[in-house]
């Protein structure tokens, strides 16, 4: 959890890469992309769980990209990573992810138009291309002055981005409605204000990535679930972050680290700050600046009881558990696998958290 700030921004890190059938501008449904669509993704892990089902109950998606058409004519994904601002190819984009939904507007794109359409009297692209060129506008900015990811998860304060904050960045200039809609506010909900006090973090809300498949502007073209992928994990993880947030919100706090845990914190500590050093050829990841010492004790023992918890739990799920995949559910086998995820984390509560 210390280094989890950075993957906010990004909604966490691919496991491992496949290549979804299809081309470099079909989706792996095979329906055509087009430019301004809207792909929704689920990452894996725990901040992936997070993000989908915190920002709304019952979402799969835990990350947001735009399609657009570079300056050589390719549709290309525009995407927000914790690494920063990226460019790349749909099949590429694809096959980072075991979750993907299409969104595309209902009432198409012909009223798009870029700022300075109306500065310049009416001159510069209009519809679709308007995307593609405030797109291209961002990535522009970028380059002369990189745009540093945001912890705070601020939606309209684009000095710094998270994933789903580029493509609504992109719609808002041309003048089109947010696909991303609708949020879980701080004020309004006691457990983020009790993160908020943990970590000092100040995260404003928290966008969900599934509104725009609610969002009465856009309509969901096609879903893709990976078919190798094992459902259990999903459930696995969700039950994980559940427990953890339920916790939380009851009044449980987080232990001090033992004298084992702050001497592994040095540990990563160091080994993080070595590696984004050697790592010249990538933009260097600073903390964020409200991380302080009592914030990473926080996140120390709250990642250690997830993750704790969902180790004893992987090793039941196995035993106890059949696979499961997209042509083989069994909520009966889903729901024993969220049993024993809610009773691995008993285990471990006392340990890490108090009262």
């Known amino acids: 959890m210390l280094l989890a700030g950075p993957l906010f921004a990004g909604c966490a890190a691919p496991e491992r890469r496949i290549r979804p059938a299809g081309g470099e501008e079909l989706f792996p449904t095979g329906e055509p992309l087009a430019e301004g669509d809207i792909v929704l993704a689920r990452s894996y892990g725990l901040i992936g769980a997070l993000f989908a089902n915190y920002s709304q109950p019952g ?4 990350h947001g990209a735009l399609v657009y058409r570079d300056a050589g004519g390719g549709l ?3 995407n927000y990573r914790p690494t920063g601002m990226e460019t790349c190819s749909p099949e590429e984009f694809f096959g980072r992810y075991n979750r993907l939904a ?15 359409y109306a500065r310049d009297g009416g001159a510069g692209p209009t519809g679709a291309a ?13 380059s002369r002055r990189r745009i540093p990811p945001d912890y705070r998860l601020d939606h309209d304060n684009h000095d710094s981005m998270f994933c789903l904050e580029l493509p609504s960045a992109v719609y808002r200039d041309c003048g089109l409605p ?3 809609f609708r949020a879980r506010r701080a004020d309004e909900d006691a457990l983020l204000t009790s993160a908020n006090r943990m970590f000092k973090a ?3 809300e928290i966008r969900s990535p599934a509104s725009a498949i609610d969002n009465p502007d856009f309509q969901l073209i096609a879903e893709w679930l990976r078919p190798d992928y094992d459902l259990r994990r999903e459930a696995l993880n969700e039950e994980v972050m559940r427990v953890l947030a339920e916790d939380i919100g009851a009044g449980h706090r987080p232990r001090r680290p033992n004298f084992a845990g702050r001497l592994k914190l040095r540990q990563i500590f160091v080994l993080y700050r070595l590696s984004t050093r050697l790592m010249f050829w990538r933009p260097r990841q600073e903390l964020p600046d409200f991380i302080d010492a009592e914030a990473v004790d926080n996140a120390y023992m709250l990642y250690s009881y997830a993750a704790k918890g969902k180790k004893l739990a992987q090793a039941r799920m196995r035993r106890e558990t059949r696979p499961q995949f997209a042509g083989t559910r069994d909520s009966g086998e889903l729901e024993k696998v969220r049993r024993i995820a809610a009773e691995a984390m008993a285990c471990f509560r006392d340990r ?3 009262r």
């Open 352 to 354: 890490y958290l108090t």
């Open 59 to 62: 979402g799969k998606y835990s």
């Open 102 to 116: 299409l969104i595309r507007p209902i009432r198409g794109l012909e009223g798009a138009r870029t700022p300075e």
């Open 76 to 78: 290309k994904m525009f």
């Open 178 to 180: 947010d696909p991303f």
């Open 130 to 142: 308007a995307l593609s060129a405030a797109a291209r506008s961002w990535l522009a900015k970028n």
């Open 202 to 204: 100040g995260v404003l």
